[in-house]
C-alpha cells in the first residue's frame, strides 16, 4: 500500500505528534546534526496533510537515555497521548529514538495499534495493526536493542582491558591525586598526608574502628575530605563510617582495585550496590602506586576488623545472664531486683482474685 494513502481523514483530525531525543547531554551539544534531521520531520507532517498548529513537538527527552522509558517524562506523555486517541501519527527519526528497549517499543506499538495510529520514520510510514507493518517495526526494535547491547559490550570491553593494565582512571579516595602525567600520587597537602598517616598508627595501637574515632574526637582532630569532582578538601569529624571505608580500600596499600562492589539495577532505575569477595575482584594489582601502609599491614587490618566483627556477633548472640536462685519465681526475681515486696509490685496490686 502506498505510505500516502496510509493517511486517512480521521488521522488528520487528530495530532501528529514529533518525539525528539538525544542519548545524552554531550549529543545535544555536538551532533546538532541529527537534532536538525529530527525536527525536519515537521514536514514530512505537513506534507501528509497536518497542519502546522496540529503537529505537536516532544523533546523534553533531550541527554536522556532510550535503554528504559521509566524516568522520560516526555516519552511517558507521548503514550499517554496516544492511549486517549489524540495522536494520528507518531514521528521518530528511527526506531532508537523513541526506545531502545524491546519492552517499551511494543508496548507503544500495542497501544498505537488500538488507538489506530500510525508511526512514521525516516524509512517511511507504518500501521501498527498491519500484521506485516507491525513485524517489520517489531524487527527494527530488535535491531535496535541488540546495538544498544553491542555498543555496551564494546565499552565495557574497552575499560575492562586498560583495568587489566591498572591504567583505568577512577575515583581516588582522599589522600592521593593524579599528577601531570596521570600517575597516582600522595596528596602534596602535608596535613592530609600527615593525617591520614596518624589514622593508621592509631588503629594498629587500638585495634578498633570506632576506638579509633573516639581518639580523634578526644584530640580534636578533623579528618580531610575531597569532596567527588572538587579540587577543593573539607575537614570534618571522623565517623565510623568513613573510618571502616578506609581501612577496606585496598588503594591505601598501594594496590589498584576495581570492581569491587556490583550493582543491581531496580524497576525504578536505582542502582543497589554489593561487595564482592576479594577472589571476584575485576582487578587487583599490589603496589600499583604509592600508599600509606604496606599489604600485608592492609591484610592485618582487615583480620583484626574481622576479629571484632565476630565478637560483636558472639555478644549480640549470647542468652541473656539469668542469675535467679534456685525455686526464685521470676516475679519474686523481679521483687528483689527492685527492693520491694511481691504485694508492692505493680503487676500483683492490679491482679483479682478469680470469683468463686
Not at 495499534?113 to 517489520?136: C, H, K, M, Q, V
Not at 592530609?192 to 574515632?213: C, H
Amino acid at each position: 500500500m502506498n505510505a500516502s494513502l496510509k493517511v486517512q481523514p480521521h488521522h488528520l483530525e487528530r495530532s501528529a505528534y514529533l518525539y525528539v531525543r538525544q542519548s545524552s547531554m554531550r549529543q545535544v551539544l555536538e551532533n546538532v546534526e541529527s537534532t536538525k534531521r529530527q525536527y525536519a520531520l515537521r514536514g514530512r507532517a505537513t506534507a501528509l496533510g497536518w497542519s502546522d498548529e496540529k503537529i505537536v513537538t516532544i523533546d523534553s527527552d533531550q541527554g536522556e537515555s532510550g535503554a528504559s522509558a521509566s524516568w522520560r517524562e516526555g516519552f511517558q506523555r507521548l503514550v499517554t497521548d496516544v492511549g486517549m486517541g489524540r495522536a494520528g501519527i507518531v514521528m521518530g527519526l528511527e526506531v532508537s529514538r523513541l526506545a531502545r528497549n524491546n519492552a517499551d517499543w511494543h508496548r507503544l506499538l500495542e497501544i498505537c495499534a488500538l488507538a489506530d495510529t500510525l508511526i512514521l520514520d525516516e524509512d517511511g510510514i507504518y500501521d501498527p495493526a498491519s500484521f506485516n507493518d507491525r513485524l517489520l517495526l517489531g524487527l527494527k526494535g530488535t535491531m535496535s536493542e541488540a546495538e544498544l547491547h553491542v555498543l555496551k559490550a564494546r565499552l565495557r570491553g574497552g575499560i575492562l582491558n586498560k583495568v587489566n593494565r591498572g591504567e583505568y582512571r577512577c575515583v581516588l579516595p582522599t589522600g592521593f591525586v593524579y599528577d601531570d602525567l596521570g600517575n597516582v600520587v600522595l596528596d602534596p597537602d602535608s596535613q592530609v598526608r600527615d593525617t591520614i598517616t596518624y589514622f593508621f598508627e592509631t588503629f594498629l595501637r587500638v585495634g578498633s574502628a570506632s576506638q579509633t574515632v573516639k581518639v580523634f574526637k578526644k584530640e580534636g582532630l578533623l579528618f580531610p575530605s575531597r569532596m567527588r569532582n572538587a579540587k577543593f578538601l573539607v575537614f570534618q569529624h571522623l565517623t565510623a563510617s568513613a573510618a571502616l571505608r578506609m581501612l577496606n580500600n585496598p588503594r591505601y596499600a598501594g594496590a589498584y582495585a576495581y570492581g569491587r562492589r556490583h550493582y543491581r539495577k531496580l524497576a525504578d532505575g536505582r542502582k543497589v550496590p554489593k561487595k564482592r569477595d576479594r577472589n571476584d575482584w575485576l582487578a587487583c594489582i599490589p603496589d600499583a602506586h604509592p600508599g600509606y601502609i604496606t599489604w600485608e599491614r592492609y591484610e592485618q587490618n582487615l583480620a583484626v576488623l574481622e576479629t571484632n566483627g565476630q565478637g560483636y556477633k558472639v555478644a549480640r548472640s549470647s542468652p541473656p545472664r539469668d542469675d535467679r536462685k534456685p525455686g526464685m519465681s521470676a516475679t519474686e526475681h523481679k521483687a528483689l531486683m527492685a527492693n520491694l515486696p511481691v504485694s508492692q509490685l505493680p503487676e500483683h496490686r492490679l491482679m483479682k482474685p478469680l470469683a468463686h
